[in-house]
């Protein structure tokens, strides 16, 4: 079991051991479909994966044989549906997103530098790995600091 979106198969090392893990005659069951992948392509090369290795799929929530035509064209289905919901529900925070930063309620995160003593560090001659020590930060975080103030960083 993971906590991480089956969006995509980066950053499931669950999923990836899972894979690995697969013998021949084995049964990978699963409750529905999205619960393995949320993207057609990766739900493809899952099964591709499986197939190859002599794995069987077994959908617990979703009457699904992939040997038949019908039993294929009904997982693919499922398949674009699941991609086709991650899709919607990526619109609809980006659109809530827009509302709220439209509305003053959405700012981003607050700063965990803040720019004018950064920009008075740098000023008072301190090197830019002192003002990264200063305030716990990496010497890149500092440049780009600088950079966004419009402040020399020589």
């Not at 039993?71 to 529900?89: I, P, Q, S, W, Y």
């Amino acid at each position: 079991m993971e906590k991480a979106s089956g969006t995509s198969r980066d950053g499931r090392p669950e999923l990836e051991l899972l894979l690995e893990f697969m013998r021949e005659g084995d049964e990978l069951v699963v409750t529905r479909i999205d619960r393995l992948a949320r993207s057609i392509s990766d739900l493809q090369d899952i099964v591709r994966t499986l197939k190859t290795r002599g794995v069987i799929l077994r959908v617990t929530e979703q009457p699904i044989d992939t040997s038949t035509a019908s039993g294929k064209c009904f997982f693919d289905m499922l398949g674009v549906f699941a991609e086709f919901e991650t899709n919607l529900r990526k619109e609809r925070q980006l659109e809530g997103i827009a509302k709220a930063k439209a509305a003053g309620v959405y700012k981003g995160r607050k700063r965990k530098i803040p720019i004018d003593e950064v920009k008075q560090l740098k000023e008072a001659g301190r090197s830019i790995s002192e003002i990264a020590e200063t305030f716990d930060v990496s010497r890149t975080a500092i440049y780009h600091v600088l950079k966004q103030s419009g402040a020399a960083t020589a």
